[in-house]
């Protein structure tokens, strides 16, 4: 059965994670003394790992107590409740002038920079409708993505959007200068020595020394995630929940400090005053549409059909017509409640390729499509993840805009 593209969260818990040092989040890539290893942007499975274990320390659930949880008569509603629950995020966020937050998202990958008489405008690539000569793509029935007539796009835009960018780029509008912020405005990378330590003296060894790239977010910026209930969470485990004390317990008024990402590193997680409320495309996808991707996605489709469907390919939600996705990332981590196969212990998980934030689709309305259903199901923010749990730890959020 096909996923529903809407988001599973509801409810939403908006959450400003604020650290007290450097993050550091290794990639897939193995490492060991003597290496160079490079953070990256924290993944949805961290923040929701984070967040998870959080919970599940103050339930006092060990992560073998996970499996089955959902339908244990033999645990309190109250533990129950946690099995419910949905994460999603993170992205970067600063206090705004008029008092909202401003959150800000890559840049989508139709968003280029064109260089004309030393003036830098941008303009957003759409499917041509007519062929290209020598355009050959790996689906036959994709066309090549090509800048408005007259316009030479010469490079990716590289900087972050705030909202009111993210709402022209929904309109299919070009957004404003001063709606982007240079990545070096809101975060910057360190580079690290270290020397790796023997577990046996717990002293460092001799010759073993390694360096890392950590991320440290300039001041007043901070990460925003989400948290809150998966669609069809039975009223009682809400109410048991409510009654134990609720979101309260978890998120007190003054923070909690919870470790984050590698090497011992503390953050400060609190309450946002309100959720933050996504920019919604007022401008008409009834035929046509995008989505623009705002969290990395795994598409375990395409092992699972043999490699019918490519490994960027998303499910259907119409007749997809345009694509642009830029380089994969590798994603591992560490499974501590086990694997899908059922297997009760920890362990690693396989490294997968997830398709980055950034990445855009383009649809068009099938000819045979019911014109009485609505045309990808959502109104602004939709869910691209196929799995149930890779959707319920935020993978996959993208919002839907006109082209």
């Known amino acids: 059965m096909q996923p529903t593209p809407k988001p599973v969260l509801q409810r939403p818990l908006g959450l400003l994670i604020e650290p007290q040092d450097t993050l550091f989040f290794r990639d897939g ?14 993944m949805p499975q ?44 993170p992205w970067l966020t600063r206090p705004g002038k008029d008092g909202k937050m401003e959150l800000f998202v890559p840049p989508p990958a139709n968003l280029y920079r064109v260089n004309k008489d030393k003036d830098c405008r941008q303009v957003l690539l759409s499917p041509s409708d007519k062929d290209l000569p020598g355009w050959t793509p790996n689906r036959s029935d994709l066309r090549p993505l090509l800048p408005p007539k007259g316009e030479n796009a010469a490079e990716p835009e590289t900087r972050w959007l705030g909202p009111r ?21 809101l975060f910057t990378w360190e580079e690290r020595t270290g020397v790796s330590i023997s577990p046996d003296t717990g002293t460092g060894e001799n010759g073993l020394i ?15 995630a989400e ?25 007190p008024q003054n923070g909690v400090l919870l470790p984050f990402g590698g090497e011992g590193r503390r953050v400060l997680v609190r309450k946002a005053d309100r959720p933050f409320e996504w920019p919604c495309c007022t401008a008409d996808t009834a035929q046509r549409a995008f989505t623009w991707l705002i969290s990395p ?6 092992e699972r059909t043999s490699g019918t469907r490519l490994p960027w390919e998303p499910m259907s939600c119409g007749k997809l017509v345009g694509a642009t996705c830029p380089r994969p990332l590798a994603v591992s981590g560490w499974d501590m409640a086990g694997d899908e196969a059922g297997r009760w212990i920890s362990c690693p998980r396989p490294t997968r390729y997830a398709v980055p934030a950034g990445a855009v689709y383009f649809w068009e309305r099938g000819k045979h499509a019911d014109q009485d259903k609505p045309f ?19 993978w996959g959020l993208a919002l839907k805009g006109q082209w």
């Open 29 to 42: 890539r193995p490492f060991g003394p003597t290496d160079f290893a490079c953070s990256q942007f924290p």
């Open 46 to 89: 961290t923040v929701a790992g984070m967040l998870r274990t959080h919970l599940m320390h103050t339930l006092d659930l060990k992560s073998s107590q996970m499996h089955n949880l959902r339908n244990n008569a033999d645990m309190s509603l109250c533990r129950r409740a946690l099995a419910f629950i949905a994460c999603r995020g």
């Open 165 to 185: 960018a993210v709402s022209a780029v929904l309109q299919g509008k070009v957004p404003e200068h001063e709606d982007m912020v240079c990545p070096d405005k």
């Open 210 to 224: 390694y360096s890392t790239r950590q991320m440290r977010l300039q001041k007043n910026i901070a990460l925003y």
């Open 227 to 251: 948290i809150g209930w998966e669609a069809g969470v039975p009223d009682e485990v809400k109410a048991a929940f409510d009654a134990w004390g609720g979101w309260d317990k978890f998120f």
């Open 297 to 302: 996605v795994i598409f375990y489709q395409h």
């Open 376 to 394: 990808i199901a959502g109104e602004t923010l939709i869910q691209l993840a196929e799995s149930a749990k890779d959707r319920a730890n935020g």
